[in-house]
């Protein structure tokens, strides 16, 4: 049985790519195959191949599923700024119709867990009538919410949660992510993980230190999938 879920954030740079790295590669831990996908991506550098995102990529080498660059991250803009503004610059139309598809591909192709990564947080514009939230509500997802451990991210969390159920869909967990700098940087930060698991109605699925390595295989140590897998289809 394939689980899908779809990974947002509290906000852009909050580590949404080395949490879902590190959930793939705890999964592929337990002896489950994965897939992910990085539907649209800003930022991309050209290369011989054409253009390139360093978020898709490491999704590519967390999976185990092997996938062509073009399935992973569909859209593929270059500047490093929001996807609707990219897109325009680049003379490209964003649509959620043809991101679903490709999308429910990946979900099909036999692997145990698929990962959607989305693009900065949870209400991202596409085009003026279109979000990315769009996508996870088309395809009915479940969501998974990286919070950055900053000032200020139980406000982020509960309003980013509220906009995920509001929108119809479960919130199946979240992951607390200290992207800023170790624990100890932050004020009172076991305070604020007790906040923030007493009031996001999704359990915990870790607490991931302060890592300037960029290993996500670091972080899957500090992971527990079970709430994940033992959820309803």
């Keep these: 049985m394939t689980r899908t879920f779809f990974v947002t954030g509290t906000n852009t740079e909050v580590g949404k790519t080395y949490a879902t790295a590190a959930l793939l590669d705890a999964a592929a831990r337990q002896g489950l195959k994965t897939a992910a996908m990085k539907p ?63 999308c429910r591909g990946v979900m099909n192709s036999g692997a145990d867990l698929v990962l959607v990564e989305g693009a900065g947080g949870w209400r991202v514009p596409l085009a003026p009538r279109q979000f990315l939230s769009d996508l996870p509500r088309a395809l009915e997802l479940p969501v998974i919410l990286v919070v950055s451990m900053e000032l200020g991210c139980i406000n982020h969390a509960l309003l980013t949660a509220e906009a995920v159920r509001r929108d119809g869909l479960v919130l199946a967990g979240w992951v607390a992510n200290f992207v800023r700098g170790p624990q100890a940087d932050m004020p009172k930060a076991e305070e604020n993980l007790m906040t923030l698991r007493a009031l996001l109605p999704a359990p915990c699925l870790g607490v991931l230190p302060f890592d300037d390595s960029g290993d996500y295989r670091q972080g899957a140590a500090h992971l527990d999938l079970s709430p994940l897998l033992s959820s309803p289809e």
């Design 40 to 102: 649209v991506a800003s930022g991309c550098e050209e290369t011989p191949e054409g253009l390139r995102n360093s978020d898709a990529l490491t999704l590519i080498d967390a999976m185990t599923a092997v996938m062509p660059y073009e399935q992973v991250n569909p859209i593929a803009l270059a500047p490093a700024v929001a996807p609707h503004i990219a897109a325009m610059e680049a003379g490209r139309r964003l649509d959620t119709s043809r991101l679903e598809g490709i």
